[in-house]
């Protein structure tokens, strides 16, 4: 892990214990809440249980080829996080390499290296990890899930919840002018309200319809049936968390493509963050990357191995 890395993660208020960013809430006068910046939180990755499984196959092979030595070199409190290390011994079958030959963990970041300048991607393929991404908007959202290979996506339903979560986004050019500012403060609040008020309408004329008396799974429709129809009226800007999961070579492409100089602003932002997450938590599979500060004031990656 490089320095700058650290400097930029503490920077933004990255916690190293728990591999998060957090993003506080803010609120207009009237009470609405609104965030400025993505929040996240690594909350889950691959973890490797019990390579001595490998020992029978490795035992399989003729004595000569001392396969068998292979597994010391993860004896003791190895070096290599689980990702690294799996992606390793994944690699390291797929030439066999597991002789006198090999190369120990002691090697293990010019090894992956070497994967990444051939190319050799899919062995990153074995290893996941999964964020709760907050402090987003639909409109990023809707960018974000057009990542389809090597993803995995849960969002907030909107049919499903009501105004009392409600929160909303502003976007990084509103902050800074005082005039967009207030125009974006002026917005939310007025689409919490309308939002409230279409959903008493809606829920008023769909109790009219109804029986009096309704049955927990027909409360359950009828709110669904107000939230679907009221969410019409919100903005872009309406906060949409999300929990995504992806291998390491998903995320690699993601950060190549969303923290790029070119990316929209929102969703660079965000996977900025997720590749200082990603740095710290497997610095091997991930140091190759380097932060670019920009013009704006904003920051970018560049690596000279893209397309692992």
Known sequence: ???????????????????????????????????QQPGLALIAKTQVQAL????????????????????????GVSQLTPGSMLTKVAGQLCYMSFGPGRTKNADAQRYLDNLKKSGHGSVFEHVNYTFLCYGISRSLTHELVRHRAGFGFSQVSQRYVDGKILRFVE??????DPELHSAFIRTIDQAAINYAWFADMLLGRQRERSIQSLSGEARTELRKKVNQAARAVLPNETEAPI????????????????????????????????????????PMLFSDYEIVELSDGTNAVQTPWRKV
């Open 243 to 282: 929990i995504v999961t992806a291998n390491a070579r998903a995320w690699r492409h993601f950060i190549e493509m969303r923290a790029n100089e070119g990316a929209e602003l929102e969703i660079r932002a965000l996977a900025f963050r997720i590749f200082l997450c990603l740095a710290i938590t497997d």
């Open 52 to 75: 001595r499984g490998l020992k029978p196959f490795l035992d399989g092979f003729d004595p000569d080829l001392h396969f068998d030595d292979y597994l010391n070199d993860f004896g």
């Open 171 to 176: 976007r990084p050019e509103f902050q800074q």
């Open 1 to 35: 892990m490089t320095d700058n890395v650290m400097v930029a993660y503490s920077t933004l208020g990255g916690d190293v214990e728990s591999s998060a960013i957090h993003a506080e809430p803010k609120y207009t006068e009237r009470g609405t809440p609104y965030l």
